[in-house]
């Protein structure tokens, strides 16, 4: 099989003859495939900044058929992925949004009406009890806000549903959104649909859904884009359309009306067919095949028009063909049998109408800036804006040009898709091939020349209209920023093919470039002086002095040196990655024998294992808790049996070294007795006899010292990244689009911190706010400010300087991870001369208990905090003794 990049002959060309690899490299080595040796199928857990990505979940409607209704708890259920939150709502403040708050919502409206007096109330009807809800609310908010500044980017056909939409009924339209807000195109029973408290009137409201209406004639046309098959079908206006399908309209095929089943109803249906099978899954599956290969049921007196409106089972063409083939009779009347025995089980359903559900997605685009959306997101900004909160000060702005036209718009989206084609084909199902990867590649060489114009066309914007970082947000909306994803991905499959000439090539341009991805900058440069180190000698020229090929390879190797040196100068490279980019050059110096007075001096940073502490306890044992389950049931309370040890992962019980003193109410005695507590609470108890003070915190006080240390920074305006008057933050803080806007305040403020200017930084904030409790992202008011300007003064000024900036380079991506535990012994002048009788001392410890492991992003963690030389401990709690109660 012969792989070819998108250029064979320039790049065979430049390549010339079969030439041997280092040994090094491996790549002769007989024990490793040419392939690509991967892990597991499972996917790939991505520790890098906040991306724009396409959930599987808004699939088109032959993808994604579930259930209506919950299932029974016997089936087997796949563990769902964890929701990502908007950039919204991670600037807005957390906030209670069940069922109590919603209420507290409606019951001030209606006190917000009754104000305006009865006679406006019921002449104006702007709110009655039961004809309004905040969901609706909110979703006429993000409607009317979209469509009062970025009307361009919808055409007549588009207005003219926005129409219809306004001219439904209340309860039609709290329906839709209610179905809307489950985002999934399934199709959804009509007797367990609910919401009769809100609607009174259910039929009305599901045939105002369901009736077509005529559109005009769309003005504008889906153009082609880059890496993307075909347009996706159904997802485009036609000349009319519905909010919702009928399933007596649409539902014809087996497969999409099983799948509408309960696991009991399933097992009826199942037990008349005679199939069998351990859960839902392989009932239905056993189920279809029974369906196809059967050949009496009943039909006998079926005549052909009776199913002429019927398919022969479409949905059961993909995994059961080969059962079907050659099966005698008709499988479409047997089919429609079932189907209408099944549809008469379950009554009428209804489904949200595909190209209204995906206008009204990209609606929810453009109102909240991102791809992810929840029914937390259509909520939170309207209940905060009822909640006795104060905000800090900044001007609100938000853009009215964020996509400058609907082609981009419609650009952006397909580029979404076709990120999740390369998504799916690298990440989401396991060990790629060959064949797979060829796909990616193929995609990769469309995409990369309109890469290219786009790098060049915002970069021009930067250049000539952006002038004080605002462009760094809405760059992220750009489909340049997806084709960047795409690129990086692509030059990965370079690798793997080793196409290393063009490997080498994308990653200088990647490079070259500083407005899409920045985060990821650490990485290519690594990479990039990877190849220089050990190829690049083979497939580029060196200089006319270099003879023989120990002299190509130095010459490389000094361009490689010279790579990690511009990686660690280059501001925008995060602080993870100067590590490996240290010790590359370190070794690169040795090789090279660069004298020891020139080579650099990574000293200070280097990274030293964390010492261990052994802290010993008393663990609390307790038997699992009777319920009324059918295991627990068969257990003997009285039994005297140990119970077993905790699971791994599970928390245990220990008592507190530290006695606690209580007054017997009648006598009146103060008593010591001792008090249950978690594993870190115990070691911080211990701690606290060795003379720390401290906290079980985790992330929490490096969070609260961030807020203290950039509240001013955080709120100085930028446009596009307050767009509601509610944030705690900026919308940009939780993306690597933060620290490039704002770099030479950032930069500016860590020289402040390093200086030892902290403390004074720290009690500025907390005279100005702490009395309003203003809301910031990440400040707990709870810590004592005498506490937090002990640590400020402890902390050295350098090391804490290093934390902020890793958390102001990846916000969002590092708040866990940090060590259980924040200690810290104060610094303390005593004396009539003066003199420092005690030098401040700070330490993290991470506190394991039996059989715990440190994850990745914990290591991360360390490895920052020691190589800013701050003491980090693993503290090990064993059981001196085992109290079973």
Known sequence: MVLQTSSPSKHNAMLGKKVPHPKSTKYDNPGIEADFSTPPAKRVKRDTPAETHVSPKKGWHNNVVPDSDADSEDEDLEEQPRERRTDLESALPPIQSDKEAIEAYEATRAAEQAEDGAKDRLGERKWVKGKSSIYVDAFNLALETVLEDEAHLFDEAEHAVFTAWRDLSYEAQYLYVRLFLRKTSSWHRVSKLGYHSDVADLPRAIEDLQMVRDLPSPSSQTGEHPGELESPEGTTLDSSFSFADRSEDCIKDLEEASSLLLLDELKALAKDARVQGKN?????????????????????????????????????????????????????????????????????????????????????????????????????????????????????????????????????????????????IMEFNGTPTKDTLQVVLD????????????????????????????????????????YTRIVHKGVQVLGKYKHHLREHEVLSELLDQRLFHTSRRGDWYQRKALLEEHYMHLHLPSPSSCQDVESKKKHWKRVALSTCEQGLQDQLTHLIFHHDLQKRTVKLEKQLKVPYRLQHDFQHVLLTKPAERTFHGVRIERPPSNNNSRRNSEQTPTSAAPPKPDRRGGKTIWLDPALHTIVDPESGEEQKVEGECSVEAMCLSSYRFLGYKGYHSEGGILKTLFAYLFMDVLFVYIPNVFQTPFQTCRLDLHTDAFYPSRVSEINGRLNEISNGGAAGLVRRVWDEHSERKTCIVGLDWSFAVEDLLEIAGAFPGAALSTVMKVLAQEYGQRGGGVPDLFLWKPKVVKGEDGQEEQEGEVMFSEVKSENDRLSDTQRMWIDVLSGAGVRVELCHAAAKEVRVQ
């Open 280 to 424: 839902k899954k392989e009932l239905l599956r056993a189920f279809r095949r029974t369906s196809g290969k059967q050949t009496g049921l009943g039909f006998a007196n079926l005549q052909r028009s009776d199913t002429a409106e019927s398919t022969a089972s479409v949905g059961s063409t993909g995994v059961d063909d080969e059962s079907r083939e050659g099966t005698p009779g008709r499988p479409e009347n047997r089919d429609a049998h079932w189907v209408n025995k099944i549809m008469a089980e379950t009554g009428p359903c209804i489904r949200l109408s595909l190209p209204t559900l995906k206008l009204f997605e990209r609606v929810h685009l453009v109102f909240y800036r991102s791809t992810e959306w929840t029914e937390k997101s259509l909520t939170t900004i309207i209940l905060v804006r009822i909640a006795r909160w104060n905000f800090p000060d900044y001007i609100v702005s938000r853009s009215a040009n964020i996509f400058a036209s609907r082609a981009l718009l419609l650009e952006f989206e397909a580029s979404l898709r076709t990120q999740f084609r390369v998504d799916n």
């Open 443 to 482: 995609i990769f060489d469309e995409v990369y020349p309109r890469w290219k114009a786009l790098l060049a066309s915002e970069q021009l914007k930067e250049d000539s209209i952006y002038s004080t970082g605002e462009g760094a947000y809405l760059r992220r909306l750009s489909p340049a920023w997806v």
